[in-house]
Nanobody
Framework: QVQLVESGGGLVQAGGSLRLSCAAS????????VGWFRQAPGKERDFVAH????????YYRDSLKGRFTVSRDNAKNTVYLQMNSLRPEDTAIYSC???????????WGQGTQVTVSS
């Protein structure tokens, strides 16, 4: 099993920044990549970004490119999501997920709330 714990959410004004963290523990060797997702109230969960563990290759939702940056620190088993120029529409619960071979996101964190005020 792999445990994922997010942190760093909170309340921020529009235009501000937040950095989310996703700390992994357990059988992390089974995880080939970590993704970030978000779910706003009354909406479906959306893909945000993704990064591979081995070589740190990032991938982003097109609409978020340039504002969000995903990175990882292998020594700390932690993935980060730097969010800049935040907008009220970025308000959501942000969750990280561990992807295993085959492409499935098999492990999920509990999520962290991000609220952007106008």
């Amino acid at each position: 099993q792999v445990q994922l714990v997010e942190s760093g959410g909170g309340l921020v004004q529009a235009g501000g920044s937040l950095r989310l963290s996703c700390a992994a523990s357990g059988r992390t060797l089974s995880v080939v990549a970590v993704g970030w997702f978000r779910q706003a109230p009354g909406k479906e969960r959306d893909f945000v970004a993704h990064i591979t563990w081995s070589d740190g290759v990032p991938y982003y939702r097109d609409s978020l490119k340039g504002r969000f940056t995903v990175s990882r620190d292998n020594a700390k088993n932690t993935v980060y999501l730097q969010m800049n120029s935040l907008r009220p529409e970025d308000t959501a619960i942000y969750s990280c997920a561990g992807q295993v071979l085959g492409g499935k996101y098999a492990y999920w964190g509990q999520g962290t709330q991000v609220t952007v005020s106008s």
